[in-house]
């Protein structure tokens, strides 16, 4: 059973940053699909980050490419999303995920075809 826990979601101002974290168990192949999506309030959810643990290019939604790094910590099996340059757009609910067909669709917005979530953790930035 694959699981996901999310933290490090807090509150920063406008060009602030932060970094969530993802504690990963259970995955059933050395080479598996993972990434980041988010929930602003009112819209669907939509992937921001992919990637293949064991190897393998990230992808990022334009929205974030360029302020946003993904990676992963094969030692401590843990899943990181760096934010930087936050904006007040960023302001939602991220969520650690896995199990996708191909880490690239996270460039297709509205795009969120994982099979497994965390929890979420709130990050709000403030204008």
């Known amino acids: 059973q694959v699981q996901l826990m999310e933290s490090g979601g807090g509150s920063v101002q406008t060009g602030g940053s932060l970094r969530l974290s993802c504690a990963v168990s259970g995955l059933p192949a050395s080479t598996y699909c993972v990434g980041w999506a988010r929930q602003i309030t009112g819209k669907e959810r939509e992937g921001v980050a992919g990637t293949y643990i064991g190897g393998g290019s990230t992808y990022y939604a334009d929205s974030v490419k360029g302020r946003f790094t993904m990676s992963y910590d094969d030692a401590k099996n843990m899943l990181y999303l760096q934010m930087e340059s936050l904006k007040p757009e960023d302001t939602a609910m991220y969520y650690c995920?896995?199990?996708?067909?191909?880490?690239?669709?996270?460039?297709?917005?509205?795009?969120?075809?994982?099979?497994?979530w965390g929890q979420g953790t709130q990050v709000t930035v403030s204008s």
């Open positions: 995920a896995a199990d996708c067909n191909n880490p690239s669709w996270v460039r297709v917005p509205g795009w969120r075809d994982f099979g497994f």
